[in-house]
């Protein structure tokens, strides 16, 4: 069994830029989400994807985007990146059924915005 | 709107103490609870699930309670040690398996 892997780990970016991060989900598990983790706080909810269709959003503007792909694995898209937008962007996988399965994270992908 | 506080933020202990994490929410209206550890710069390692109907988890040296009444979760981590050293989070799902509302975590350090 796999676990989430994320790509890349560590990405520099220059503020106005547009990033692509990658997340594979671990195997069997038919929901992903999103999370953004700045430096000393808990991470904030961006959205989630369920069967490839976007099923639940946080207080994220809309120049935060992602796709899901037929495997299950997702993309999370950041348009006109600003200096804020720094901060560890983790993913998370888990089954959508009522037997209550828990998140698994990925190691998550470091963004840094100059 | 689900709001989770820890408390306290940062704690240190001697090596083989038993401590309590403290975790609570405003909410009731959850799927699960869930506690994770997570090293400096590292992703979150789930330590215990425990889904809206149970009361408690244990695995190894630890063991999770839940009181929804209360709005309160508890972490406690028997005969600590010097690898325990973390940050620990609770985070509790919304009621439609949704998204979850993360705490900002304790800090634990161990000290030989």
């Known amino acids: 069994e796999t676990g989430v892997t994320q790509s890349p780990t560590h990405l520099i970016k220059t503020r106005g830029q547009q990033v692509t991060l990658r997340c594979s989900s671990q195997?069997?598990?038919?929901?992903v989400s999103w999370y953004q983790q700045a430096l000393g706080q808990g991470p904030q909810f961006i959205f989630q994807?369920?069967?490839?269709?976007?099923?639940g959003r946080g207080n994220f503007p809309p120049r935060f985007s992602g796709l899901q792909f037929p495997n299950y694995s997702s993309e999370l898209n950041v348009n006109a990146l600003e200096l804020d937008d720094s901060a560890l962007y983790l993913c998370?996988?888990?089954?959508?059924?009522?037997?209550?399965?828990?998140?698994?994270f990925g190691s998550g992908t470091r963004l840094t915005v100059v | 709107k689900q709001e989770v506080t820890q408390i306290p933020a940062a704690l240190s202990v001697p090596e083989g103490e038993n401590l309590v994490l403290n975790c609570s929410f405003t909410?009731?209206?959850?799927?699960?609870l869930q506690w994770f550890r997570q090293d400096p710069g590292k992703g979150l390692t789930s330590l215990l699930l425990?889904?809206?109907?149970?009361r408690e988890q244990t695995s190894g040296r630890l063991n999770a309670s839940l009181d929804k009444s209360s709005g309160r979760s508890t972490l406690y981590i028997a005969a600590s040690q010097p690898g325990d050293s973390a940050t620990y989070l609770c985070a509790m799902r919304d009621a439609n398996a949704g998204k979850s509302t993360f705490g900002d975590g304790t800090t634990l350090t161990v000290k030989p």
């Open positions: 425990i889904q809206s109907s149970q």
């Open positions: 998370a996988s888990s089954l959508y059924t009522g037997s209550g399965y828990g998140y698994t």
């Open positions: 909410d009731s209206a959850i799927y699960n």
């Open positions: 994807y369920y069967r490839e269709e976007e099923n």
């Open positions: 195997s069997g598990h038919n929901t």
